[in-house]
């Protein structure tokens, strides 16, 4: 069992492609552990006896590629996850002070893998003596120890470095733009997932919000609508049986007068009066 110290450990370099970044980049990954398990499988296998002074184990992989495409944010920390049971150094633009450490470990600690990270970003920023440092520790690896050197670049790699790589049985990888059907599974989700931000959920909502308010604003106005129209009739109901009532007491009070007035007949005769009108027509009466 390879037990690799604490010291040369980079876990929080590696990392496995996440589920949304995978539709872009699985391919690209796929095709590095490829090559890398074509030419030399050793290093993909975690138990594998290493016999030095027998055969070719260093390897070398180039690649080229921008950070608009993931190499260095997404591709390289999932393919460094693959190779997470060998000891990793590491130079970049992050760890000047640490280069001198770094390379006389890389000397001394096999198998191992060597990871040159945006190299053409930072190879101009450090003196001539850690440059010239880093080159002769590249071509001291013989090629009989195992070491896997991977580097990347935006374009091309310094020019100290074209006779180590250019030279020598160097795997050259250049990252591809992902095709329309990897989009379009990138995409998918977004749109027709199940996912409550997905376009297709969002529609969804929007559309069962809308039947909800709609279903409790036709409640909120029928029940009024029912109240109005019983209190409606209950209005009816008072308003004819006050009528009613009122027909009742006019007739009585008719006949009240009627009986008045034949009372004074009795009493004083009839008498002839203009100025007494009943239902639109002139009544004669006649007094003695």
């Known amino acids: 069992m390879n037990i690799v110290p604490s010291t040369v450990r980079q876990g929080h370099r590696m990392r496995n492609l996440s589920h949304i970044i995978t539709p872009l980049l ?5 095709r590095v552990i490829r090559y890398i398990q ?3 499988p050793h290093f993909l296998q975690e138990c594998y006896k290493y016999t ?13 590629g921008s950070n608009f495409q993931g190499l260095n944010t997404h591709l390289m920390p999932s393919v460094l996850k693959h190779l997470e049971h060998l000891p990793t150094f590491v130079f970049d633009s992050k760890i ?19 990871l040159l ?48 790589f250019y030279n020598n049985s160097t795997i050259l990888i250049k990252i591809d ?13 977004l ?39 019983e209190e409606i009739k209950i209005e009816e109901v008072h308003s004819l049986t006050n009528g009613k009532r009122k027909i009742e007491d006019h007739t009585m009070s008719n006949q009240a007068l009627v009986k008045k007035i034949k009372l004074c007949e009795n009493k004083f005769g009839s008498y002839q009066s203009k100025s007494y009108i009943n239902t639109g027509e002139k009544n004669n009466l006649s007094v003695l």
Not at 58 to 63: D, E, K, P, S
Not at 177 to 189: C, I, S, V
Request: hydrophobic share 35%; net charge negative.
């Open 177 to 189: 733009d992902p095709n329309d059907a990897e989009r379009e599974h990138f995409l998918a989700p």
């Open 117 to 164: 990270s945006r190299i053409d970003e930072w190879w101009d920023y450090i003196d001539d003596c850690v440059q010239h440092s880093i080159v002769s520790t590249l071509e001291d690896i013989h090629a009989g120890l195992p070491v896997l050197t991977i580097a990347s670049c935006t374009t091309d790699i310094p020019l100290r470095l074209h006779n180590f």
């Open 191 to 229: 749109f027709f997932g199940d996912k409550c931000l997905s376009l297709h959920r969002v529609l969804e909502n929007c559309k069962r919000s809308a039947k909800k308010a709609a279903k409790s604003e036709g409640e909120t106005i029928t029940k009024p609508n029912k109240e109005n129209s």
């Open 38 to 40: 074509l030419l030399w």
């Open 52 to 64: 030095l002074g027998e055969n070719r184990y260093a390897g070398r992989v180039l690649l080229i």
């Open 96 to 114: 000047f002070d640490k280069m001198e450490t770094n390379l006389a470990s890389a000397q001394s600690v096999f198998p191992a893998v060597i």
């Open 26 to 30: 699985k391919r690209q990954q796929n």
